[in-house]
């Protein structure tokens, strides 16, 4: 793997929590996206860990020149960007994840794991059956299991909370969605900010006469995603 941030200290926080991962290697390091180019010329890294703000160009133009150059390397974008148009870019260049800035150790781990998964079920010349297809097409998605979720969490709660947003026509408040589900305003907020940050719903901000603005929820991911 190779780990691409122009910042040294987060570089090299990023290295120690893969090296902590069986199966995972990090060959090397870059600042910024030359480098980057230059170091999957001569390593060849399965993955590539890329952040997008580079001193020398946008993160998503390195991926761009690395298929121009025929480099078939997989990315996982890290990146504090949540600009959706980044987002479904980091997409349409075939990222096999999008993680946010700030993340833990566990957050990086699950990603991680889901692409190996996917690279396992793809590695064999064919596969079985339309399961392993399906399985490779949908492991890089982002999970609400308990390994993406924060600490205090649970992936039951976060099911629970994920159905009602998909099932809403309009935006839910996080009060609406506790009486809902029957959990306090505060811990169903918790799991609506989450989906926010990992980009699974939107937030808009409803303004009363007094008082601080409302914060409103929605569902952004496609159906069947």
Request: aromatic share 6%.
């Amino acid at each position: 793997m190779l780990i691409v941030d122009d910042d040294f200290m987060v570089a090299r926080i990023h290295r120690g929590f893969v090296e902590r991962l069986e199966g995972f290697r990090v060959v090397a390091t870059a600042s910024t996206g030359e480098q980057a180019i230059a170091a999957v010329e001569q390593l060849r890294p399965d993955l590539v860990l890329l952040d997008l703000y580079l001193p020398d160009m946008f993160g998503l133009d390195v991926v761009a020149r690395l298929h121009t150059a025929g480099h078939d390397c997989d990315v996982l974008v890290i990146s504090a960007a949540r600009e959706s148009d980044n987002v479904r870019r980091a997409v349409r260049y075939g990222a096999v994840n999008y993680l946010l800035k700030p993340f833990s150790f566990e957050e990086l781990r699950g990603r991680l794991e889901q692409y190996a998964a996917r690279r396992s079920t793809l590695s064999k010349s064919m596969v079985c059956d339309q399961g392993d297809i399906d399985r490779a097409l949908t492991s890089s998605s982002p999970i609400t299991g308990s390994s993406a979720l924060p600490r205090g969490l649970s992936p039951e709660t976060a099911g629970l909370v994920e159905e009602i947003l998909r099932k809403q026509a309009g935006t839910l408040s996080a009060a609406e969605c506790a009486h809902q589900i029957g959990i306090s305003r505060v811990s169903a907020r918790r799991y609506l900010e989450h989906f926010a940050v990992v980009g699974r719903a939107a937030v808009t901000l409803r303004y009363g006469n007094t008082g601080r603005p409302e914060r409103r929820y929605r569902w952004t991911v496609r159906s069947g995603s």
